[in-house]
Antibody, heavy 115, light 110 residues
Framework: QVQLVQSGGEVKKPGASLKVSCKAS????????ISWVRQAPGQGLEWMGW????????KYGKKFQGRVTMTTDTSTSTAYMELRSLRSDDTAVYYC????????WGQGTLVTVSS | QSVLTQPPSVSGAPGQRVTISCTGS?????????VHWYQQFPGTAPKLLIY???NRPSGVPDRFSGSKSGTSASLAISGLQAEDEADYYC??????????FGGGTKLTVL
């Protein structure tokens, strides 16, 4: 079955960088893109961006441009999301999702940014 | 503040019909971009409920329906059941093809 498995939760200090992985299985990775969505505690969903599984083209949300980089490794069917210059308000659950055809979500990665 | 506006909460008794609105602008919903709806239970990932404004994925009960008109969209839930109590989010795209979400609506079944 189609599945996305994310890396484990992390605790980061302000100013640090974060890299979350998302390993896909059960479908041809290059056929669809991967979206990244985050959710701060008690808050709503926030669209961070999308990366093509075919050619690595990206579209980032305006709020994250300049601070986020999304990449893929087609050899391992894995997508990555790197967020730099972390702040306390980046504390959130980060989800990867395949939304191009139907929807499949990763289990979420809790990231806590705290000094 | 979210680009798409939803009511923070709605409620209804079992068996009733409720609607959740999603108001955008001419740069997103009004520009013709599709609206999708997600359902989320506490501590779990969202689940697609409606895609392409009106379409239900396989397995979603026909009690759920979506519509779109102008710069707004709506999700209707008829025959409300206790298991429908969850958070609901609309999602579309803006003119730069960035995704945008509504702020979410908490549905309470009385």
């Amino acid at each position: 079955q189609v599945q996305l498995v994310q890396s484990g939760g992390e605790v980061k200090k302000p100013g640090a960088s974060l890299k979350v992985s998302c390993k896909a299985s059960g479908y041809i990775f290059s056929s669809y893109g991967i979206s990244w969505v985050r959710q701060a505690p008690g808050q709503g969903l926030e669209w961070m961006g999308w990366i093509s599984g075919y050619n690595g083209n990206t579209k980032y949300g305006k709020k994250f441009q300049g601070r986020v980089t999304m990449t893929t490794d087609t050899s391992t069917s894995t997508a990555y999301m790197e967020l730099r210059s972390l702040r306390s308000d980046d504390t959130a659950v980060y989800y990867c999702a395949q939304l191009d055809y139907g929807d499949t979500w990763g289990q979420g990665t809790l990231v806590t940014v705290s000094s | 503040q979210s680009v798409l506006t939803q009511p923070p909460s709605v409620s209804g008794a079992p068996g009733q019909r409720v609607t959740i609105s999603c108001t955008g602008s001419r740069s997103n919903i009004g520009a013709g971009y599709d609206v999708h709806w997600y359902q989320q239970f506490p501590g779990t990932a969202p689940k697609l409920l409606i895609y392409g404004n009106t379409n239900r994925p396989s397995g979603v009960p026909d009690r759920f329906s979506g519509s779109k008109s102008g710069t707004s969209a709506s999700l209707a839930i008829s025959g409300l059941q206790a298991e429908d109590e969850a958070d609901y989010y609309c999602q579309s795209y803006d003119s730069s093809l960035s995704g945008v979400f509504g702020g979410g609506t908490k549905l309470t079944v009385l």
